[in-house]
Every structure is written in structure tokens, then in C-alpha cells.
């Protein structure tokens, strides 16, 4: 097996794709990893912009969380409903897209890419950041360790969807549980100590915050908090992915990870409230997360919280693999309706988006190297995103309904119609709450997006208006093509790109660059050669043209000839012919082909490129018969 | 122009060559900023070692400076004499490759790349280290910078050498000039107050060191001071660089940077022990570079000190481009004697070794990225691969001499043996000095680098043996080849290569995917109008083959088909034809031809790789009559 074979796995035959499918249980890992793991930073998030009101702003937090959860159900109800209505998939962008029209769902599709963009960046770094907070000495490796797991997540999403099911499911099941128990043990404590529980380690004093606090602080927490929502999307994208019956399925795995986001946001808002616990500033010494402060006032600084800072650790860095499941699904849609390019919707070796993956690390990649793999300024940006796709969801949901019709079309019409109105306003609030730090590069980047993808689309009608036809017409055929063969000395390898030229009855011409004039006998001899071998074989004898360069160029005289020839034969076609070693090891290919590689590159990037390229290949031994994967 | 071109600058022709060529000021830059450079940490380097000696040590310091400086002149004379003896350039490689053997070249050749690519990375990572310590809001971008700088030099040196000489002509400058005046005004200082100059500025307070230090750790100070003298050979590597007369240019240039060198050590001792400075820690607080407590003690903090601490930093990030001088044409020799892939010796659009520029930057990249832009743990690595090619050098020098005889050829001898064996004992002591903090990793990298070069040339001779024929002996034409051509849809692209095909002729066999059994009547259809065509045309028609696909995968079974038509034809060449789209813009281009790039890659790398694969272009409007740049 090939190190690409060890890395990626069996390649799958499209046959073997019901395999692949999840169930509920892996469905809560692939689908709400995001979601899921937007509890460790959604409730911190609306905690940090309460700082400045203190201990006074606490009173607060109990109904902007309630408000969050509301949200979080208006949510639920609508994508259940989207799931039933669409369950090939697709999300924002195809209910969208099918209602409101192709615009809309360009800009829903954009809104969909970029949060998955940004999840990615801020799981990994958030998860990394968390991780060299405990362990210091990894502080200078923050970018290593950070590019480090976007690898990880690439090679397994490479591996397929269902892989990763398996790999993700003890951190999502170890998270969501010591969360619970925490909530559960906190709660118990609260109860038995009448409101007031006792904390088991020192809580970090809250500053003494004014008495009063602006409605505009309030609404800025709860525009924070709603990143807590980001994710939730993730399964009606992907319905598709999940065992039969699908629909079923995918609203049970929605309402699983909805049940418990909803418990998780609830049970902390209460905890955070009984034990009077205010956020720390991030950027200052003594920070420590919300999570932390929490778990270690309700259950000690035991082995227990460590095992709940891990679970955390991984769950946050591991939510990345969430975007790694939708992006490349939404990036496939969108290029069928040609508005992204075809790569993104070919399937690879093991039957995931290959090109959606890929692209989704390199552009993460560069994200994370360009802030250095501290990506605390990018959380102000990302649920932007999220929220834009909500709102385009239900509203082409409401339109939905009211084009099918049919029983209860009413009431469903009613509820998405909420959650459009609802999601639209929380859109808006967060855009303008988030506007100075940093929601106008998404929207900049966003109408970036979307200009490039109708660009693409308008490129791509353009092209297929322009190659069509409505029968074979052949162009006339009037002599044959002209072959040309560049030959620096005669080896098996030429020799054999010889004897396919001359098989193929064109006009053969063997070119040759001659440096100086002493070459001269030289190629007396190579005309006595090839007239002889021609004539044993009973075929035309190529003409061999020497072409001159008074320097040591090669490449540069080929180039012009090949331009000339085309020039001078208007009606025929010219085909350069290129003899081409194959190694028997991949990195052994890297070493050959130099010069035929650069008369290409400059035969396409410099040249009229109407002339066809012909590779030939010639095996080295040891290849043996190796042969296809048949 | 296009974006490259506006990138790279205008395509030079070989003609012009000449042009390019450096004299002595741009070679000082050019091919001195390393050597120059490295004035601004050998010194800081030896007294590091020293800080645990307190004050006691400083009386050290003056003889192991004269001691770098005496190293420093007999290589210099050793380099004069290569100069004259290998005027071709080449330095360490050619000369031991020539005299003691091509092992002897290939191991001076990997201590080259390897000292010139840690050069690159400890250059940048210093300077913008020095940058961030003066702004320390760019602190988190100090990756990006470093990346940044590493770019802007690769984009340069792509360019050609003479832009980078006129380029860097005035940080060198600026940086010599600042540092001689301080040196100037130091000694002066120094002599009008009779050995013991007041400081302008409080100098950092020495520690308490002890009374008594060992010898190990004089020859520790020693050891790391010669980093000062890395990048020294880099002249002798690049004679051909030179205008006329090219030994005397190359000569005087190597003078006039040893000397200016030489100045820079010496003075900087002078002051060192004057002013009683020690150096600090650079990983403690308070860190303050050796540089700067110099010129501030002397001139004090004003404009000038600000100008100098400027041009410390901007020659220390751009002495990495003596590297780049360096290592592409180091790399081009050996690819020139096969122990490198041969792209390595191809020269790119404006006359530089393309891939040697673009490897070094990768490789730089990758180093960087790895150690987050902060390489100073990389600095006591760097200097055994530039001791170990000096040795290597005059080592040969000395067999040179040997050989050639010739008037005065004792006394060449004798000194560059005695530079040998300097340098030698110098390499032994920084390897067992500098084993423990990273020497071991050097040896490890060395060696691996070593054994690839030679699996490498190994490889080359293997197929050179392997592919060698003495005459033009065509195999039997037996039959026509076998040509595939794969068509999903008739468009202007695909009948094209379809008149292509048949222009050939060769026997033509059109293959189309079906999915269902509902496109038998299109393909019906298809045959008539093939039938009709090529009748129009006078060809023979082409076969029409429907391949089966009982998924919707495409690629698959066109892959199986093109295996099994080569299989049960092996006395035929098969060829598989692709139409290409050929967009008007580069950008365009990557939107087309997926299911063909994948089909050609499953050939290549599933395959036998046996098929010729023809690439036959279509147009696409817009392009017009660019035309080559003929």
C-alpha cells in the first residue's frame, strides 16, 4: 500500500457508500461537536461584556441566558421542520435558494461558508489556547499545535465521515457528560443551601461595578451570548449522511443536541448566578475561563475537573470537525449549480468532497498562521455568519409554506415565521453590536464571496452557451497534424515517443537544439538513423530540423519553433510530443521530467495554446506489472 | 502584463545575461551582508557564554577576539587563493569535489545548504526578534513579519541578483557607517580618557562572577564568537557573479568585507573592555542586546542611536539574502553533477536558478513556522556547517596545490594548510562545545541530506545506464495506436479533439458513460451522426463504446475501460485524448477540466502508466490573438 493508501484508506468503490452512513449516536458527534461545544464559549462570551457592571450585572445574566435558550428553540422548531421539508439536505443554502430565489441562497451559501471558515479557526485555537494555558511550556509550539490539529482533522475527514463518528465519540460523550454532572451536582448544592452555595475553591472577586447598567451593555451580552448558537445548523445539511430512515434520524440527533445545549446553557446561567461568578479579562494575569472557575467552585480542583478541563479542551478543538463535515457538502451543492467550481462537487477516493476538505484546511491554515494561532479577536465575528444563514432558512421556509400548502401549513408557517423575525432581528443586533469590532470585515468578505461566486456562475453559463452544439460537425481534415518530437539524445525514451509518432502516420518532425556548429556531423548521422530505421519499418521518414540557440537555452528555441510552426500551418493541427519517464516510486518521479515540464508550462502560459500536448511514457524497470487497482 | 509579470519583472533573454553581472559596491552588499551581518551577534555570542564569569571574564574577551580575527584572516587568505584557483565558483563544493573526491564535495555541499537555509531563518528571526522588542505591539505578528520579510526576499531574488544588490546597497552602508563612527568615537573616547571612558548611558551591572574560569568555557565563548565568521565563503561561491575582470572584482570585494569585518570585531572588543560591558540574558528581563548598550554607552540615545539600532535590524533581517545569492547556485552545481534533482540547475525567466530561490524559501518557511519566527535556539547550530565547508575547502586547496605544482606553490600550500587545519580544530571544538545544545540535530540533518544526495546520484546513473540506446532502433509499427477519447457531451472541445483524433488516423474509439439504459437512443443518435460526419470528412467512423456505470461515477469506469482496451492490446500503443478548455485568464482556467485531471491522475498513479495522454486545447473566446511574447 502506498503512503497515501496508509494515510487516506482503501479506496472506496461508490458501492460500498451505504456504509458510510451514521446513526444517531455518531450523528451527535459528527453534526453537533459545534454546537455542542459552543456551551464552553457561548455563556463566557456574554459573561465577558457583563465585566464592567460587576457583581450588579449578574442579576442579568439568568434572563439574557433564558432569552438565548428561547432563541435556541425557535431555532429547533424551525430546522425540524426544514428537515422534513428538505431531506436531501442542504440547509440555508437550498431552501434558500429554492424560495427566495438563486440570490438569496448565494448569499445564505456565502453567509454558511464563512462560519464554517471561522468555526474551524476559533475550535482549534480556543481548544490550543486552553491547552498551553495549563501546560506553559507549549506556549512557543501555540501555531505548531494548532496547525497540528487542523491536520489531524483533514487526514480523518479525508478518511470519510463515518471514521470520524467512531473517533470523535468518547470527547463529545465525556464533555457532555461532566458538564452535566457538574450542572447536576451545583444544582443540588444550590437547593440544599437555600440559593447560596458554599464554593470549594476561591472565586475571582468581581470588580465593584456601577449601580446602573445601559440597555445597550445588556443587548451587546446577549449579541455575544448567541454565539452559543453557532452549529446547530450542522445537521439539516446533512441529512443525507445518515442512516435509514433519514429524516427521523436527523431530527432525533437535532433534538438530542438541542436538549442538551439547552440544559448545559440553562444549568450554568443558574450556577453562574448562585455562585456569584463573573467573567475574568482574557487579556489580563489571573484570567481563567468561566468553565474552569465553575467546575472547580462546584466539585474542587480534584481529578474530576481535569478531566472536565480535558474533555473541554478536546471537544473545543475537535468542534472544527463540524465545519469539516458541512463545508464540503455545502461547497459541493453550490458548485452543481455552478456557482462554485466543479472540483468541489467530485467526490474522492473515500466518497467525501475532496476539494471542499482541502480547501477548507488551506484556507484555515492560513487564518490560523496569520494570527499567529490566537484567534480570540475572530469570536466577534463568527456567528455573523450563522445568524445570516438562519434568518435566510426561515424566511424560505414561511415561503415554503405558503407555496405546498397543505394541513397545519398554517401553524408551520407561523413558527418559521417567527424564527425568521426572530433570527433576523438578532442578525441585525449582533452585525450592529459587532459593527467596530470587526463585523464589517464579514460583511466585506461576504459581498467578496458572494461577487466572486456570480462571477463564477456567470463564467461558467458563458462557456456553455459558447461550446455548444447541436451536432457533430467535423471541422475539415485536411492533412495530417504536424508532430512534433524534441529530442536532446536518443534513449529508449525518445525513441519509443518516436515509434508512437510514427505509428500515428502525421507528418514527423524530430527537433533538436544544436548549441554550436560542431554538433553538425552529429546530426548527419542521426538523419542516416532515422532514415534507415524508418525504411526497415515501411513508414515516412521524419524529417529531423535542427534548431539553433546561441546560447544555452534549450527550452526558449523549442518554444519559438513550436510558435512558428503553428503559424506557418493555419490548417492543420500541431501536436508537441513529449517522451516522459516513469519511476517506479513517486518520489523518484520527482526527479525527472524538468525541461519537458518547463516547455509546457511555457507552451500554455506563454504561448497562443492551441497546440495539443502529447505525453508518452517510458517506464523505468522495477515497475515491474504492477498494475491498476482493478 | 500579467500578474507574474508585474510580480517578477520582464522575461530576461539569455542576451542579456551580461547585464546582470555585479561589481565591487553591489557585490559588497550582495554577497556581504551575512558576513557583515554576523558582526552583530558573534560578538554578542561569545559574551553570553561569558555572563557567568561576571566582570572576571571581560579580560577575556579582547584575546578571543584577536583569536576569531586571526581565524578570520587566514580564511580570508585561504578564500583569495580559491578565488584564483577556481574562478568558475563553486567554493567549498567544487574545490573538495575536485581534489578529494566527489564524497568530499557532496558532504561541503550539504554543510553549504544547510548553514545557507539556517542563515536565512536565524537572519529574519533575528532582525524582526530585534523589531518586536522595539514595537511590542508587533509582537503577535512575529511570524507574519518573519514571513513577510521571507517573502519579499524570495520575490526579489526571483527578480535577479542586480535588483537585490541595488536594494540592499543602503541598509549596508547605513550599517557600516554607523557602526564605524561608533568604534571611531569609542576609541577616541577611550583615549582621551586614558583607558576608561565615562558611559553616556547606565550600563546593565555585571554579575558577581567568580575569581577563576576554565579553560572549557573560554573555548565555549570562542566557539560560539565564530558565528561571526558564517557567510565569509559566499564570495568564493559566486566569481561569476562579477563584471570583468572577475577574479580581481571578486578579490577585492572579498578584501573589502573581511576587512570592514575584521574593523567591526576588533573595535567592538576594544569598546567591550573598555566600557566594561557584559552581555545580558536574553531570556531574563531587562535584555537589552550588546549592540545597543555599545552605541548607547557611546553616543548616548539620541537620533543617532535610533538610526543605528535601524539599520542593525534591517541588515540582520537581510543578510538572509546573501543566502539566496548562495544556495540556488550552490544547488544548481550539484543538480549540474546529478546529487540534486535537475530542476535545481534550470534558470528561470530572469536568469536565477528558480527552484533553488523557491526551495530555500519553502524550506525557510517551514523552519520558521515551526519555531513561531523565534529561531534563537537555532544560533548555535548554524556556525558547524559553514566551519565544516571552510575545512572542507582548504583541505582541498591544499591537494590542489599538491597537484598543480607551479612557482610559489610551497607557500600556497602552507597557507591554506594551516587554514585547514584551523578551521578543522575549530569545527571539532564548536561540534563538541555546542553537542549537547543542538549540534547532535546538525550532524543528524547533515547526514540524512548526505545519504539522499546520494540515493539521488544513484538513482540518475540507474536510469542513465537503464534508458542508454546506441542507435535509432524503431520497434515494429505493427498496427495503428489505439485512441480513446472520452466524451459526456458533444460540445465545440470535444469534436475538436474528436477531428483530431481522426485526422490521426489511428483507430479511434469515442467512450461515453452511461448511467441508465434510457440513453440508448442518444446514443443512437450519436453513432448517425458520427457515421455522417466522417463520411462527409472521408475518415474511416469512429467506434462509438458505451462504458457502463451502474453508479453515477464517472472517472471509474472509464479508468477500467482504458486499462482493459491497453491489456488486450499489447502490441499497440493506446492513447486516451482529453479536450481542454483554454480559458482567457489564468484564474479562469482553474474552474475547468476536473473530471479529466482526475482521470489523467488515476492513469498515472493507478495505472501502468503506460497510455499516452493527449491534451487537446479549445479556446475559449477572449483570448484573441494574444499571441507568445515572441
Redesign the interface.
Known sequence: MSVFGRLLGRRL???E?AKELVGVPDGVSVFGLDALGSAAYGPEAALTVLIPAGIFGLRFILPISLMIVGLLLLVYFSYRQTIDAYPSGGGAYVVAGENLGKNAGVVAGAALMLDYLLNVCVGISTGIGALVSAIPRLQ?????LC?GVLALLVVTNLRGVRESGVLWRVPTFSFVMCLLIVIAVGLAKTLSHHGAPPSLQPIPPPIAGPAVVSIWLLLRSFASGCTALTGVEAVSNGVQSFEEPKKKNAKRTLSVIVFILALLLAGLAILVHAYKITATDPGRAGYQSVLSIVTSAVMGRGIFYYVTIASILMVLSLSANTSFAGFPRVCGMIADDSYL???FS?RGRRLVYTGGVVVLGVLAAGVL????G?TDRLIPLFAIGAFLAFTFSQAGMVQHWRRTGGPHSRLYLSINAVGAVATGVTTLLVFVAKFTSGAWITLAVLLSLILLMRG?HH??EE?AA????D???????D???LLLLPVAR????S??A???A?????NVRVLHVQCDSGDEEDMEQ?RR??KQ??E????ATPELIAVRS????IT?PL??YV?RAEHENPRR?V?VLFPE???AR?Y?Q???N??AM?LKARLF?????????????????K?G??????
Open positions: 468503490a461508490t458501492t457508500e512557543r509550539f501555540t501555531l505548531v496547525l467550481p466543479k472540483a467530485l498562521v496569520m494570527f499567529g490566537v463564477i463564467h461558467y462557456v459558447e461550446i455548444q452544439v451536432t457533430i460537425a467535423f471541422e475539415q481534415v492533412e495530417p497534424p536518443w534513449n529508449r525514451a525513441v519509443t518516436l515509434t508512437f510514427c505509428a500515428l502516420r502525421g542521426w538513423m532515422l530505421a524508418a526497415r519499418s515501411g513508414v546561441d546560447y544555452r537555452a526558449g518554444f519559438q510558435l493541427s501536436a519517464l516513469v519511476a513517486w523518484q520527482a526527479l525527472h524538468y525541461r518547463l502560459f506563454g504561448g497562443r495554446r492551441r497546440v495539443a500536448i502529447v505525453n508518452i511514457p517510458w517506464q523505468l524497470s515497475l506489472d504492477r498494475g491498476g487497482e482493478a
